[in-house]
């Protein structure tokens, strides 16, 4: 099993906990880690900023194509973050917690 974080952002918390659920509930992810921060961003031809809710998602690299279309299929943004960040090295006990869940 090989694990990857996948990061999106959200424009509230009713949307993230909303979609977080689903895709817990698809076992497409096994966990989710959701902040509130700040964001700066352009947005056509100009700057903007406001609260976002990010979110990193851990999941196993089999899952990835289904969970990007799922987070798209959901998504509230218009032009969703949608990033697979790659996992060199977790913890054993992690991994198998993860495998278990998933399957």
């Known amino acids: 099993m ?4 996948v990061y999106t952002t959200f ?3 009713e949307s993230a906990e909303k979609v977080v659920k689903a895709l817990l509930e698809r076992k497409l992810i096994a966990c ?10 352009w947005w056509q031809g100009k700057i903007e900023e406001g609260k976002e809710v990010g979110a990193i998602l851990k999941t196993e690299v ?4 289904e969970l990007r279309d799922a987070i798209r299929e ?8 949608i990033a697979r960040i790659e996992v060199d ?4 006990e992690y991994a198998e917690w993860l ?4 399957s």
């Open 2 to 5: 090989e694990m990857i974080l």
């Open 11 to 13: 424009p509230d918390w």
């Open 32 to 41: 989710a880690n959701l902040r509130e921060h700040r964001a700066f961003y």
């Open 62 to 65: 089999e899952k990835w194509r």
């Open 74 to 81: 959901m998504h509230p943004y218009e032009v969703p973050l």
């Open 89 to 92: 090295k977790v913890n054993d």
């Open 99 to 102: 495998e278990k869940v998933l």
